[in-house]
């Protein structure tokens, strides 16, 4: 069966004190009131991963995610951070794609392709982010937009590299707008996702894949979202930032 994650996109928020004890107040949550059916992954900024990893080396549930990888293995790329460094840190989960990475730092198809292979050689899990922009739904072009978001940076994987891979729909209009997709439309769209992957890969992987949705998910919606059959979880941000909230969410399913 596919796994069940819930994962929580930290973006660019928290200072270090700020983030040792969010992720601490999350780890006890998760110990108190989580059953073992759900995988919680915690995505910080870069400098955190760490410190923040170590935190949650104790608890089974808990698996650390960086927001972010690069497409290169190493060398003269200022500023940038590597698949094996990152795995040289505990990182086990990778963001690749996420709408504000493509729409302000012009990362494209092919980018992330290379990320994709970089994450997956070092035997770390991308979680690949789809979704339209408003306009796109406003004119009926939602599907079109997003099985070319797909095609254009998966299809060139193997099977066996596609296994690693985790799916987020993430509606751009829906994303911190408060604004979230109805369970109806997340449903129609991951059972769309669905389908695609079947067709670029083996039937089988496609059925297994976890596919989460995200945009202004949060304790009050979580649980009619989670409750659709191609609806494997969630990648949550800005409920992610208050455990109360990011546990409440964990416990939806
Ligand atoms: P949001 O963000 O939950 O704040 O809408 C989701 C995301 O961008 O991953």
Not at 221 to 245: C, W
């Amino acid at each position: 069966m596919r796994k069940r994650i819930v994962a929580g996109n930290w973006k660019m928020n928290k200072t270090y004190e700020e983030a040792l004890s969010l992720v601490s107040e999350i780890d006890n949550m998760v110990k108190d009131e989580v059953n073992g059916e759900v995988t919680v992954i915690v995505a910080p900024p870069f400098p955190f991963l760490q410190s923040v990893g170590k935190l949650t080396q104790g608890n089974d549930l808990m698996y650390l995610a960086a927001q972010n990888v690069s497409e290169h293995e190493s060398g003269a790329y200022t500023g940038e951070v590597s698949a094996s460094m990152l795995k040289s840190v505990g990182v086990q989960y990778v963001i690749i794609g996420h709408s504000e990475r493509r729409m302000y730092h012009h990362e494209d198809a092919q980018t992330l392709y290379k990320k994709l292979k970089a994450a997956i050689a070092q035997g770390m899990t991308p979680i690949f982010c789809c979704g339209e922009p408003l306009e796109e739904r406003d004119a009926d072009r939602h599907f079109d937009y997003v099985g070319k978001q797909l095609h254009d940076s998966l299809s060139y994987l193997s099977n066996e590299e596609f296994d690693k891979v985790v799916v987020a729909y993430e509606p751009i209009w829906a994303i911190g707008t408060g604004r979230t997709a109805s369970s109806q439309q997340a449903q129609e769209m991951h059972a769309y996702i669905r389908e695609q992957l079947s067709r670029m890969f083996d039937a089988e992987a496609a059925f297994n894949c976890s596919i989460l949705y995200g945009g202004s998910c949060n304790p009050g919606n979580a649980r009619e979202l989670f409750s659709q059959p191609d609806v494997d979880g969630g990648l949550i941000g800005g409920a992610s930032l208050k455990s109360r909230d990011f546990t409440d969410i964990i416990k939806s399913f």
